[in-house]
Nanobody
Framework: QVQLGESGGGLVPAGGSLRLSCAAS????????MGWFRQAPGKEREFVAAITWNSGATYYSDSVKGRFTISRDNAKNTVYLQMNSLKPEDTAVYYC???????????????????WGQGTQVTVSS
């Protein structure tokens, strides 16, 4: 069983930065792509970013491209999301998730992820 735990959320003014971390249990972390999603109040959960198992490729939603950076450290079983130039519309609960495809490509659909963390709140004040 894989367990994921996010940390690093908080309250930040517009234009500020935060770095989210997601620590994973188990020995299979390095073989699966990881993704970040977010859910704002009253809205559906949406894709934010993903990274392949070997950090060979990344993919971002248009709304965060150029501001957010996803990375991972397989030695630490951890994936990160560096968020810069934050906007009030970035306010949401952020979730990390593990892709279901062994050494697969990048996916942005929630259906392609089978393990989820509990989420961490990010609030950007205007």
């Amino acid at each position: 069983q894989v367990q994921l735990g996010e940390s690093g959320g908080g309250l930040v003014p517009a234009g500020g930065s935060l770095r989210l971390s997601c620590a994973a249990s188990g020995r299979t972390f390095s073989s699966y792509a990881m993704g970040w999603f977010r859910q704002a109040p009253g809205k559906e959960r949406e894709f934010v970013a993903a990274i392949t198992w070997n950090s060979g490729a990344t993919y971002y939603s248009d709304s965060v491209k150029g501001r957010f950076t996803i990375s991972r450290d397989n030695a630490k079983n951890t994936v990160y999301l560096q968020m810069n130039s934050l906007k009030p519309e970035d306010t949401a609960v952020y979730y990390c998730a593990r892709d279901r495809h062994y050494r697969g490509a990048l996916y942005y659909s929630m259906n392609d992820y089978n393990y989820w963390g509990q989420g961490t709140q990010v609030t950007v004040s205007s």
